[in-house]
């Protein structure tokens, strides 16, 4: 599976976007990126996925490059509830198989 | 939908002896569950992949004797902390995915805090 490669940590005002970015220069061409995230102490939580084109949902954007090999998750109005450790993870296919191996991750720490 | 619960969300128990943990899928099938561990300040480790009915495949260094997985039906999962020793203090989580999910699939539960004294 492709490797990711994320900046260790980052700041945010509150209401401000945040815009994490996500290295994946060896993904291959059914490699898929997802964007999980953990609040201290709970489990993951899916924040959205993509191949190739632009994926929006209720919260977030992801933009990913026309190489794909880089990635941005986009937060539009970060909150307080929004700080927690975000996980760039690339997975073959969009079914529901395979592992998801986490690497270390962001912490986006959001400030008033 | 799509919910897994976790079960006890904290336990300590003695060294030596010998821990449970419960991860039930609400409202899918769960065909697959993945177990894994967290250290603090740590990203998580996958320790084990069980589906349905058959044994688990375990990543490797990962002990399968001492760290036994059951999954015996499609809503339930279970991690057996065997002879649990202080080093296995950890924060240990499961992940569920199956039919009737939504796509994203890969469903977490809360965590269970282990203790071991």
Known sequence: DAKTTQPPSM????????NLPCNHSTISGNE??????????????????????????????????EDRK????????ATLRDTAVYYCI????SSNTGKLIFGQGTTLQVKP | GAVVSQHPSRVICKSGTSVKIECRSLDFQATTM???????KQSLMLMATSNEGSKATYEQG?????????????????LTVTSAHPED?????????????????YTFGS???????
């Open chain 1, 90 to 93: 690339v997975k073959p296919g």
């Open chain 2, 111 to 117: 965590g269970t805090r282990l203790t071991v004294v």
């Open chain 1, 32 to 65: 898929y990126v997802y964007w999980y995230r953990q609040i201290h102490s709970q489990g993951p939580q899916y924040i959205i996925h993509g191949l190739k084109n632009n994926e929006t949902n209720e919260m977030a954007s992801l933009i990913i490059t």
């Open chain 2, 89 to 105: 203090s950890s924060f240990y989580i499961c992940s569920a995915t199956g039919t009737g999910v939504q796509y994203s699939g």
């Open chain 2, 62 to 78: 990962v002990e399968k004797d001492k760290f036994l997985i059951n999954h015996a039906s499609l809503t339930l999962s279970t």
């Open chain 2, 34 to 40: 993945f177990w894994y561990r967290q250290f603090p």
């Open chain 1, 11 to 18: 700041d945010c005002a509150e209401g401000r976007a945040a």
């Open chain 1, 70 to 77: 880089s990635s941005t998750l986009i937060l539009p109005h």
